[in-house]
Structure formats: C-alpha cells, structure tokens
C-alpha cells in the first residue's frame, strides 16, 4: 500500500481523508447507480476513489445483502480485487478451487471419478479461483466506499418508478417510491447506470428487453451443511450419473458449507420453474440419487432456489450512440446460468470497464464518446459468454452413461478453463484500443486483454512482487517500459528518451510512467535514473520509489510474456488493466498519436 | 479460515457469536491485564479466544495509541499474527525489509555502500520481516478482541495505584484512580500481568526492579518525510560514517516515511538523555552530517524522540515459586535498545507464552505448577537478547573508518540475523518440553523451538498451503504425526495404530490430531482415513477436513525438515507453536507419558 505521501496520519491507511461535501446535492448528481449488486457496487466503488465526483447508490432491498446467490470469483476479478484493495481478505475468507473432478458410471455401472484435472492452469493469473458468499464480496465494496474521501454510503429502500432522459446539465431524471416514508423522491443525474438485475426497471425504461431461448430445464441449487462418504466433497466436481441426472459440487468457504446444483426435470412449453413447487426435500432427494451409492445426511440447509436455465442478452448496454446518458450493466444486459460461475464475475467486469470512463468523462479529461466504448466492448463478451453457457449447459446434461458425451463435457469444460477464469476477455480495437504495432515485441501480453502479471523486484527497496499489482484501480492510464538489453537507465539510451518524450508531454496528470528494466536490480542506482521515474509526489513533493522494477532472476518477466530482451517494449495499459496497445520504445509519436483520441 | 461448523451464519466470519455475558463480574475477574502495549494486548487477544474466560484489560491512557515508538515485525511476530488470523493485513499494510545495505567511508574516505546482504536468509520463514507502526498491530489486536465471544474492549483511564495478594479465589487486588471521573475502582482477580512497561506499577509492587548498567549513550529517533539523493533510502541501511557517528535507516509502511536512528553524544555520570535537551533540529542536522555529502532534505517529523541505550532484566517474571498468581512481561521484565527491533517482538512473545498457560489453568485443564514455567522460559530469552542487544549496540557504535571494527559489525549483524528474526527462541527441557527422544527422525524440527513451517497439500481440497499455519492461536495442544514410507493410511500400519491409540487417550478435547503423508494428494482417499483423521466438529457433527495433509512435491517437506522418511515421526506442538517433544511414531507411552506432565 502506499499512503503518507500527503503527511503523517495515524490510522488505518484504507480509510481516505474526508472531502469536504457539505455543499453536495442528493438530489442532482453526477451518476446515480441503480442497484446495489456487484455490477453496481464495483461501479459505486471505482467512482468512491474520485472526491470530485457525486455518486449515489440506490436500492430497492432494505439493507445490504446478507446470503448472497453467487459465489463463483474468477482469478480475474481476483486481480480486480487486488486493483481495489481488498484481494488478501477475499483469499484469506474465500475457499480455494484448486483441483475439478469429474465422476460418471465406470464400465460395470457404478459410479466413479473418471478425471482429475487442475482447475486453473499455471501460470494463467497469480490470483486463485476462489468461491466466496457474494454478500461477503458486497461487504468489501461497501467498506471500500464508506471509506473513500466522499464516505459513500447506498441508500436503501429506494424503488425505482421511471427513467426519462431530457436536456440541460443533469439530463437524466429517476422517479422512486421510497419504501421506508411512503414518499417519492426525484433524483437528477448526468448519467445513470442500471444495474438493477433480470428485470431491470432501468432496462425498459430505455425501451429495450432482454432476447433469447430458454432451454427448458430446470435445476436446484442448495448451500448445504452435509455428511457424506463421497470422497471429493471438499473439490470441485461434475458428476454426471447413468440415469439420475447430473450435479455440480462447488465447497464453499469456511470448509463446511458445500454447493450443490442439481439437475431437475425439463420444463413443459409456457411452465415456469415456481410452477413445479420444488422443495429443498426435492433437492435432497435428487442429490442422494445422483450419488447414489454413496451416503448425504444433511444437516442443515443454509440456502436454496430452484430456476430455469436461460441466456439472455439485451440489444445494447446504453440509450444512444451519441452520448450516451443511461447504461444498464449485469445482469440487466445479459441473463445465464449460475453453474458456469460466470455471473457476478461478467457483471463485476462490465463496471470495471464503465467506472473510469465516467470519471474520465466527468472530470473532463475524455469527451463523451469514449462512453459509447462501453456498451460495444461489453456487448461483445455478454455475446461470447451466453454462447458458452449455453454449450456448457447442454453438454453437462447429457447422461453420464454416454461416455462420448462425458468427454466432450470435460474436453469442453478444460478447453474453456481460461474462459472460465475471465482472462480470456479481449477488447476489439477501437478509440483506446489499438491494433498492437510492435505486438511482436510482447508476444504475450496481447493488444486488447487484460496485462497478464508476471513476478518483478521493485528496484528502490529489492521487493519481490507482482507487477500487476502496480496497477491499482485509480483511474489512471500507465505505460510500461520494458527497456533494451543496453538500457539500464543511463542518459541517451531508448528509455531516457522515452522518459524525456514523456516528461514533455504534459501526460503525466493522467498517465503514469512505469519502467522494469533486465538488470539485476542490486546493480542499478535508482538516483541515476531519469528525473520521470522517480517523479515528486504529493503534498509535500516527495519521491515516488514505486514506478521501477528489475528482473526477478527466479521468474524472468521477458521470458514468461515473450519480450523482446534487445528492442524492449512499450505497453499503454488502460485503467481497468487492459492493454490499450504494444509500441515501438522508440515510438514517440505512436503514444502521443494513441493518447489523442483518448483525452481532450 | 474455517467457520460455518455450528451452522451457516452471515456476516463476517470473523466475529465470533457473542457470548452471554451479562452476569460477568467486572470487578472480580479471571485475568487482570495491566496495560495496553504489545504485551498486553497479545494476552488479551489470546484470553479473548475463550468464551468461558473473564478476563479485563485496562490502561493509563485515554484511549488508543495512535503513533507508536516501536515498528520492526519480526518473522516470528508475523507467523505468530498467522495463527491469530491477521498477518494478511499486516504484511498488506507494511513495509517488507528484504535487503539490508552497510555504508561506510571507502579508501578515500568517501561514504559508499560496502555490502548488499538479505536480510533474512532463504527458508528461515515463511513469513516477511515488516515494518509497521506498533499502533496498527494494536489495532489488529483490539479489532480481534472485540470480536470474540466476550467482545473484549479495553478500560481506559485507569492509573493502577497497587496490586496485593491476599487469599480465596481471587487473592490478587489491584487498586485504580479514574482519571475520567476522579474516582477510585478496585478490581479483585485471580490472576493479574503486569504489561505495563518500564516502570511497571505492577514490578513495583512486587518489590521487583530491572537491573543492569546503560551504555550512557545517547541516540535520537526520528520518523520522517524527506527528500534525499541517498540511493538506499528505502532499504535498511546501517551507515557508520568516519567522524560524525552511525545511523540506521529503517524504511516505514506506505513507501514515504522513513525512521532513522542516529548516534549522539556520550552521556555523563549522571546525567540522563533529558538533560541534553535534544530537538528535531539536532537530530537531523547530525543524520545530514552522517549522510554527507548526501543531501536531506525533511519535509516533515513524523514523530521523534531522545533515549539512552540501557539493557536492563528483571530477576523474574512471577510473584512466586509455587502457585504465582501476579506476572509481568514486556518491557516490565527487560528494556534494551530499540534499534535492534526486538522490543514489540519479545514482548509480544512473552504473552503468547504465558496466555495459553493462563487459559489452561482456568479451564481445569493443567495444575497450576504450569504458570512457573513461563518466568523459566522467558528470563532465559530475556537474557540472550539483553546480551545480543549490548553486543549489537557496541559494534554499530564503532567508527566506520575502523574497517575491522565495521566488518566485525556485519559480521555480527549477519550471524545473528535468525535472533533477530525471533526463530531461535528455544526452550529448555521440562513438564512441557521434553528431551527429544526422537530427534534424529526430525532433524530440522528442534524441541524447544517454534514449529518451522513448510509447504504441504491438504488432502481434502488439494490446497497448497504452509502447514504452520494450520495451529492456530486456539489454546489447543497438537499431535502431528508424519507417516513414514510405506504408511498412506491404510489399517494395521504405524499411523492406523497411532491414531487408534490417540483415539482411545480421551485426549482429543485438548489435543488435535493432524498428519501428514508422503503419498501423493491425488492417490488417497480421505473417506479411507482412520476416522481420527476426519473427526466430527462443530453443533451439527460435520466431517473435520483440515487435518490431513500431502506432501508438496515441488517443496518436499519431509527432505526440508529432516524428516525421516522410513520411520515418519510424531511432534509434539505447544499452543504457542513450539515443539514440546519429537517422537517414535510407535512410542504411544511416550505421548501418553508427556502429557500426563501437562494435564491434570
């Protein structure tokens, strides 16, 4: 963490000093975030960093969420996490996916586990797969927004009425019942943000709808405190049995509790999942079949819910191409199946990508239309996700005697393990992508995906980390330089006139200069560096040791991501951690041209 | 972290379920707990853990420290936090010493960097030596507290005026002057510790004083927020420059504040460090002509202070022989330098021996002739780090134009860095540490010292994990038992016959069971585990999966610790972490025999 650089303050470092917002209006804003899920407190979360800009969170529910549905964290929102903050304490409540097993009939009937396979590749993030009550994830954010300069805090109770959208300042005008006073209350904003779930209010109140097939199934879904023989009750497992259906073990957190999803009957044309008066006995029963013949004797049931498999997907994320005022994120765009534990994740990363594109906006730093980035690059990957619920979802209920079918779910299932994690996201060039020019020179930290970490030492106090946790969730752009074999940070090499190009243009408000540089870090002298990587900080203009980084000899960054150790590498990495593009270290003009469609 | 075995409760895992309390006694008490420093408050955050425990902590003080005098975390101290659950957040908030650098005066005279060393060697823990200020380990610590059954928050503004011994059940009576309200409290305890620093009311009133000669020499501290061309200024770097005097430079938590130590003048016969009457001018004119020619340039004191270097002990640690029922501990007990960053370290150490000893007693579970052991075992720590500290501090003194003196400094500096790192505590043979009859199974596992931890595999859900780090700060003794080669749990092997035996001890409410295997994780099934491995826990009887572990083959544990791989082994482990006694795996009379010593 860094903290003091204002001055000395006692105190927990995570808790910002108060903005002074006394003459801040509740009731004209400058975003209004309908929803207290994870899309909309990921998004209340980004905008609580900034002091100069008036957030407000609403919701319908009478207080924070305490059993929460999903539970399923990807190693990618694990690393979103770590940009947040709040990483360690998700890992340190959270339970670990380390290994999948899958279980089908074995060739005299019974069943038996066909396969054990790694869940997460190596190498494939420095963050586990981690499985977490989402009311737990909830409570991070929410500490994390009482605690930014503005101590935003939702307000709950709040039922959204209408959405209309007219002209002037804060064009966009929220009508809602409050629950608690029986009054109404109006709310103007510049933008607003739905992310009030599947039957967002803000979502028809654009005029759009949610399009798709349902696949008539029907599936359970328990928290259960059990005893049972079956031996992979603490793994991940898939089991598919000969006649009684299929079920997913996920173990959740604390080591006791377990998740099941359990397979139920297909749904009749026009019949609903509430039509079926399921019962958590039901479940029970299900559950017990599948296993069969091993014991279940549940002990408690913590939660449970039956529901109707279906993926949904909205036309468009946002009300218009030209500035756009109104957004809708999470489930609100896009509806699937929990099983792929893909849900609270995908909504997480919509946020993640609108937050800093609001306060880029907001702060006058972007003209308006980098908002329209949204809704085209999340449209994309709601599209790519119901594509592979629904292939998931058919393939997971094909009966395990069908041993064909057996392996093509787990083929799929392993094949799709980068998908799964959230690291696969790739952003199609537009205003703040680019088309990757010297992409050859870092083969594998690919134009359009999220920077993929690797170990570094920081020079300046020989600290062995993650590069990747460099980027915090600040809204700031960075550059990284990897420099040339030759360039160990003396003048007139290709990093000092990067560094000189860089101090010159003036970026440095919204852009941060980072370096890592292929000499043994007890070799450099971070006083020889250019005056750019050890830039003053803060109020009192001190020296930030934090920008510089040296090869970790155990874990080479070059090797593991493919750089060119001769000619080095430029990265322009977005503030949600995307790499925006991959130049030249020499291509002075291939930043400044890259950088002027992004800012005004 | 486990939870959820009573029964799935929302919320934050970490607070416990609360306990009623409402016929406690304030003012006849189990445990009187004088004073909130690091001593203190490690008692008390070990007492917190026991619903069935009435124990206060009160202090002089208004309230919480908010600036703290001493920062330097010891691995130990980390690995310690571990076991109470809050070393994510330490090591997530602190400053990680990796390096340290020695500057002295080169061939012409010019101060310049002479050695580069780690500060801690490969493998001396897995945990990282920090730097954090001992206010937020205070933190950490009241966080804990009140968040245990018993919600233990401390009682500020009480000047303890005397402690007596009388008789009955609760013969210690201290007396206390509010100092918010003027009034006198009086407080009847079965036991009282005396955590009250320095000039300990309690060591008075037990007719006790620290003895020992100062060095009648004078240091300045300072923390601070500066700007320097010192290349080194975020490593600990120790500069014994030709003339002006020596300085230690110890970077600070946050990346900007830095503390430095620097050598003044002698002090007189006579004459105390009041006397000189030091200001911040002082101290940073003399760091600026120790650094020469560097530049300094401070923008801000954090905090400073002036102190004479003095190693003083007390005889001991207790009221009495037989039955003491008033203990001091901390710096109540030794004071010495604090440079060498032992200070908070041992102190904190001192409670955790004592806390678990205290909580034992109460609980009916061992004779009260345990309590002897912790003045025993601590004066013998005490005294190693009085003289290491005398040693430390008389070499860092030396002039660094004496090249020999200078080596022999990091020499001596380098040697000692496993004592400073707070592992090579051992403790001597007695009712609780044994001889280590089987020593030679466990050649890297000594008796006496804290258990040293290394990576394993859970058996249940395959998670990579450092096994250390399954004793927990619990209050419970621990069996580990490690299989010897042809042993993978299956029946009529040493293990089965272990654990059948431990099973018949009635020994299981005290001491948990916990093994580990040389087979691989993937090749066993836990359902096949003798059922002392899987036990029941918890409200509801669930299954206990967290005592099982899988060797590590990227880390073999049983080649890094010595581990005989034929015969396996069995380890005694302390509540407090330290192995009691290493033993034949077959030796049932040894373990039956060792803990008849320990419990009643």
């Known amino acids: 963490m860094e903290y003091h ?29 309908i ?39 990807a190693c990618r929102s694990v690393e979103m996490f770590a940009a947040f903050g709040f990483a360690h304490q998700v890992v340190h409540e959270a339970y670990q ?7 089908r009939p074995n060739n005299d009937g019974k069943l038996a586990r066909s396969n054990r396979i790694a869940d997460v590749e190596p190498d494939l993030s420095e963050m586990p797969h981690v499985i977490l009550n989402q009311a737990r ?69 654009m005029g759009l709808s949610l399009k798709g097939a349902s696949a008539r199934q029907l599936w359970g879904v328990m928290d259960i405190l059990a005893v049972t023989d079956f031996p992979d009750i603490r793994l991940k497992a898939a089991i598919q ?22 397979e139920l009957d297909a749904l009749r044309d026009g019949e609903r999942a509430a039509d079926r008066g399921v019962t958590q006995e039901m479940l ?49 765009c896009h509806t699937h199946s929990p099983k792929a534990g893909q849900g609270m994740n995908v909504s997480m990363a919509d946020a993640f990508n609108l937050g800093w594109k609001l306060a880029s906006v907001l702060r006058d730093q972007s003209a308006p239309s980098l908002l329209s980035t949204y809704g085209t690059e999340r449209h994309a990957v709601a599209r790519e996700l119901i594509d592979f619920d629904r292939d998931m979802a058919r393939l997971f209920s094909e009966r395990g005697k069908d041993k064909a079918a057996a392996d093509r779910f787990q083929a799929y299932f392993a094949r799709h393990a980068r998908f799964t994690a959230g690291v696969e996201t790739s952003y199609s060039a537009s205003q703040i992508v680019g088309r990757g020019a010297a992409q050859h ?10 920077f993929h970490s690797a170990p570094v030492i920081r020079l300046a106090d020989a600290k062995p980390m993650q590069l990747g946790h460099a980027l915090k969730a600040d809204g700031l752009w960075r550059i ?58 803060g109020a009192l203009d001190l020296t930030d040791f934090h920008r510089v980084f040296c090869v970790d000899p155990a874990a080479d960054i070059y090797a593991m991501r493919g750089i060119n150790r001769d000619h080095g590498v430029l990265l322009i990495i977005r503030p949600d951690q995307h790499v925006a593009e991959v130049l030249d270290l020499s291509d002075l003009n291939g930043v400044s041209g890259f950088f002027a469609k992004v800012f005004v």
């Open 5 to 33: 650089q204002n001055g000395f303050r006692p105190g927990d470092p995570a808790i910002s000093p108060a903005a002074d917002i006394s003459d801040a209006c509740t009731d004209k804003v400058d975003v209004l975030i």
């Open 241 to 262: 049995s000969a006649e009684a259906g299929s079920l997913l073990i996920i173990p959740r957190e604390g080591g006791y509790m377990v998740r099941f999803y359990i």
């Open 441 to 450: 020179h870092a083969t594998g930290l690919q134009v359009g995906k999220r």
């Open 137 to 205: 994830v909830h409570d991070f954010y929410l500490d994390l927004m009482a605690n930014g300069p503005r101590r935003l805090v939702p307000d709950y109770n709040r039922q959204l009425l209408s959405v209309t959208r007219g002209d002037g300042d804060h064009p966009v005008t929220a009508r809602f019942a409050r629950l608690d006073s029986g009054t109404e209350e109006v709310v103007h904003a510049r933008y607003l943000v739905g992310c009030d779930g599947a039957r967002s209010t803000v979502r028809s109140s």
């Open 97 to 103: 996916v380390n290994e999948v097993a899958f279980w």
């Open 284 to 332: 029970i029963d299900k559950a017990r079949a599948i296993l069969a013949p091993h014991t279940l004797n549940v002990r408690e049931v913590a939660w449970w819910s039956a529901y109707e498999i279906g993926q949904r997907l909205c036309d468009r994320f946002d009300d218009t191409d030209e500035d756009p005022r109104i957004f809708i994120a999470g489930d609100a």
């Open 35 to 73: 929803g207290c899920g994870p899309a909309g407190l990921t998004l209340a979360a980004q905008l609580s960093a900034f002091a100069d800009i008036n957030t407000r969170i609403v919701d319908q529910k009478p207080g924070p969420l305490s059993v929460g549905q999903a539970d399923g964290i």
């Open 480 to 537: 990284i330089a990897f420099a040339g074999r030759d360039d160990a940070g003396e003048p007139g090499k290709p990093m000092h006139a990067f560094c000189a190009a860089y101090d010159r243009s003036g970026l440095s408000d919204a852009v941060a200069l980072l370096a890592v540089f292929q000499a043994g870090h007890r070799t450099m002298d971070p006083m020889r560096l250019h005056p750019a990587l050890i830039p003053p900080k």
